[in-house]
């Protein structure tokens, strides 16, 4: 869009430069205040010849014409020549022009700069062409501009709500965490890590300006300076930064994850692996080369599987900040396993959702238009979709705090979900006083929203439930066919090193399939809200 508008003002312009240019010439031609002359002027010759110039690398020729006329003014005859004109005259030939009464010898193909003007009628017309849809651009670029300065300020009332929020949250969590000796190591490095991004800033800024002349010996003497103290003060950033969130997430992340995970493995600097994240299917059009994950979860909750990593696309420097700002990803991936075959991908993603590749997946209009107008539904089989998306599945999805863009993708016993415009769990806010009473009771509110999920949606029973509602109206008299996961995507976990698959989950898969076998007829009752033991809770 930026692009659209920049093409069609850039060619507006051009225009009006144009149209400046020639009444710029159209008052040099006529002398001010005079009124010109008709008069008539014979053509006396025409003399061609050939003129080379070179266009591609190669000599070209093309003819020219210096064509001669002459007129007569109050019986003085004044002859003139028009050099190197694309065209030739034939000798004898008349034309009208116009001279100026003062000086007959100054002669105009037009009247007046009011007639020279007229000319340029085809030019205002261009430029009135292009101009409309460059204001058009303009108008929905300052809209998007709104829609994201609202959101930053929205986001930004959010967390000035949650903060006492979160801080009484961590008041009751009694956590073994010294906080007074964690802040005394933290804040002093999150002061120099700020003053530091402010020093390479600046000398960043002050790279662009370029200095000539006299000066030029200074310059590359300053550049040189720079160049060394950049590459210091970076040497300094990153190892301040790695010391900073190794004590951030030994002292706070990891006591966190252990009140929800009897074991996890938690890795802050690895996240999945590129070929996960293209298996994934919510990456589409991104440059892999351009994507980072890091801060590796995986756990098993409540005997259901769980894996998460950030996922962020690094800024495209030649591009505008509103044009990262649209295209940006910045958010969480979630796998969660339930260990219930599906027949058939579905696939749920937010309004133009530019990410999320449903491939052949037919859409499917769901009955709800609230819902409708937020999210789009893809499915395999379109039955699958009316049956898992049950009214309140669909009044859940409707309460999420979808901050640009939310997906879910259920692939046989796999649901991946992909949350775009939020921050990690155990992300910190560098510009702002460490608060570590918020910073706590965020991270543990997050993460229990995230293992939330499947207890609030009760999905290994939906799922199941699923399957045989399409089953019986299929009339099929075989179970459909399960497409057993036999190789679950790891990533940057060693399979071996991994608990899924372990004794722990092979006991939780035994408990879940003797407690699942609910009778249809509970098919349609509302989900309980609180926590059991057949799942997680979550509110994204």
């Not at 261009?126 to 300020?153: G, N």
């Not at 133009?352 to 052949?360: A, E, I, K, R, T």
Request: charged letters at 30%.
């Amino acid at each position: 869009m930026e692009m659209a508008f920049i093409c069609c003002q850039a060619i507006a312009a051009m225009m009006l430069l144009g149209i400046l240019m020639q009444f710029i010439a159209a008052k040099m031609t006529f002398e001010a205040g005079v009124e010109y002359l008709p008069v008539t002027i014979t053509w006396t010759d025409s003399k061609s010849y050939e003129s080379t110039y070179i266009e591609d690398g190669k000599k070209r020729t093309r003819v020219i014409y210096d064509n001669s006329y002459r007129y007569e003014v109050d019986g003085v005859e004044y002859n003139h020549t028009v050099e190197e004109s694309n065209y030739g005259v034939t000798p004898g030939s008349t034309d009208i022009r116009y001279y100026n009464p003062n000086d007959p010898s100054e002669i105009s193909a037009w009247r007046s700069v009011e007639e020279m003007m007229k000319g340029t009628v085809h030019v205002w017309v261009l430029f009135v062409i292009f101009q409309i849809p460059a204001v058009f651009f303009k108008i929905k670029i300052e809209q998007k501009k709104r829609l994201i300065k609202a959101d930053h300020e929205a986001y930004e009332e959010k967390i000035r709500q949650d903060i006492q929020k979160n801080k009484e949250i961590y008041r009751t969590l009694n956590l073994a965490i010294d906080k007074e000796k964690i802040f005394a190591v933290l804040e002093p490095l999150r002061i120099r890590i700020c003053q530091n991004q402010k020093k390479i800033d600046w000398i960043m800024k002050r790279a662009d300006v370029q200095v000539g002349g006299i000066f030029i010996l200074v310059t590359i003497v300053v550049k040189i300076i720079d160049s060394y103290r950049l590459r210091k003060l970076k040497d300094k950033l990153d190892m301040d930064h790695a010391t900073f969130y190794m004590e951030y997430k030994r002292n706070i992340a990891e006591p966190i994850l252990e009140r929800f995970f009897g074991e996890f493995q938690y890795k802050p600097s690895q996240g999945f692996s590129k070929n996960e994240l293209l298996g994934f299917k919510f990456l589409k059009g991104v440059n892999m080369n351009t994507v980072h994950s890091e801060d590796y979860i995986e756990g098993i909750y409540k005997g259901v599987g769980y894996r998460q990593a950030d996922v962020q696309r690094e800024k495209r420097l030649d591009a505008s900040e509103l044009y990262n700002e649209i295209d940006r990803l910045h958010g969480r991936i979630s796998i969660y396993e339930f260990k219930k075959s599906l027949n058939g991908d579905i696939v749920i993603k937010s309004k133009n959702s530019p990410h999320v590749d449903v491939g052949s997946l037919a859409k499917v209009e769901m009955e709800n238009i609230q819902f409708n107008d937020r999210f789009d539904v893809y499915a395999a089989n379109g039955q699958m979709a009316y049956y898992l998306l049950t009214p309140q599945f669909m009044e859940y999805l409707l309460q999420l705090d979808v901050r640009r863009e939310t997906a879910f993708r259920f692939s046989t016993n796999h649901i991946y979900v992909l949350r775009n415009g939020i921050n990690g769990v155990f992300e910190v806010d560098m510009s702002k006083p460490l608060d570590l009473q918020y910073e706590i009771g965020k991270s543990y509110n997050e993460m229990k929203e995230i293992l939330d999920f499947v207890d609030v949606l009760n999905l290994d029973r939906v799922a199941d439930q699923a399957n045989l509602r399409v089953m019986y109206s299929m009339e099929e008299d075989t179970e459909p066919s399960v497409v057993q996961d036999d190789e679950s995507p790891y990533g940057v976990v060693d399979m071996e090193d991994s608990i899924f698959g372990g004794p722990a989950f092979e006991e939780a898969e035994m408990e879940t399939d003797m407690s699942g076998n609910d009778d249809l007829e509970n098919w349609n009752k509302p989900v309980s809200s609180q926590t059991g033991s057949g799942g997680l809770r979550l509110k994204l």
